[in-house]
């Protein structure tokens, strides 16, 4: 588990977070424009920043189960490379990289995570697999002060299939994790919700997500683990937190079911 600080020089009155996960770039299903649409998004739009939440490549190597006969992806480098040139313009926007079990499986085969070569290449803060991401606003004298947002982030283990548990999942990290946001990636799942906490110095909302993901389950003349594994078709994309000063400094937050591209 990892403890990260990051500050945001905000430049105007709205700050924007994107959990992104689940790209599986690489993978036959991958949808690709659906990411590049996401990038140029986040890329257009002031003050949004991104932080990664794993399986940003698909890292499946081809005596894998998951492995299909049909795989047309390069080398590791090859992706690797494609997939950073991509996300290139948003590059001083990451504030975070953490990992997903597909990473985690290139670092069992001794190959090494794309995820920590990214973080050295371009200097961003790594986050394991789980941990909390505490921003702050350095506001420079220009409007007040903010409270800082903590963000509990993790990228999953659960691989059921039901939407009612994917959200139990995640609400119940709140009975152990403190934080203002909580972050679950891995079953490609896209959802958000809030729900009310209270305790001695008042009442405030907690904030839940399923991060979403750019793999198909099912894609027109392919066949992938995904389709063979029977998995539910999913929408693809990912939401993000709007973020900005509430009354009596408080966070006001939003969280939007996707990001629509």
């Known amino acids: 588990m990892y403890w990260n600080k990051q500050t945001i020089d905000l430049q105007g009155k709205i700050c924007r977070i994107t ?3 689940d790209i599986h770039w690489g993978n036959n299903n991958c949808k690709k424009h659906k ?3 996401t990038v140029d998004y986040i890329k257009n739009e002031p003050d949004h920043y991104v932080f990664g939440m794993g399986d940003w490549w698909d890292s499946i190597l081809f005596n894998d189960k998951r492995a299909s006969h049909g795989d047309k992806c390069g080398t590791m480098d090859e ?3 494609k997939l950073k040139q991509i996300l290139l313009p948003i590059k001083d926007r990451i504030i975070m990289v953490a990992e997903g ?3 985690i499986r290139l670092e069992q085969w001794r190959i090494g995570s794309p995820i920590r070569r990214l973080s050295d290449e371009w200097n961003i803060l790594y986050g394991g697999y789980s941990g909390f991401l505490r921003l702050s606003i350095l506001r420079k ?3 007040g ?3 800082p947002l903590v963000i509990y982030y993790h990228h999953g283990a659960s691989s059921g299939r039901k939407t009612g548990g994917a959200v139990n999942r995640v609400e119940e990290l709140s009975q152990y994790w403190g934080a203002d946001v909580y972050c679950m990636a891995h079953n490609h799942k896209l959802w958000a919700t809030a729900e009310p906490f209270i305790d001695w110095s008042g009442d405030r909302p907690l904030y839940f997500c399923n991060t979403g993901g750019f793999l198909e389950t099912s894609t027109v003349n392919e066949t992938g683990y995904g389709e063979i594994k029977q998995y539910n078709p999913l929408r693809l994309g990912t939401n993000t937190i709007k973020w ?3 009354n009596n400094a408080q966070n006001q937050v939003e969280i939007s079911e996707y990001i629509k591209v």
């Open 79 to 81: 992706e690797y490379n």
């Open 141 to 143: 004298g220009k409007g």
């Open 101 to 103: 079990n597909h990473e």
């Open 145 to 147: 002060h903010w409270l």
């Open 244 to 246: 900005q000063r509430g």
């Open 19 to 21: 959990p992104l996960a």
């Open 35 to 37: 990411l590049i649409r």
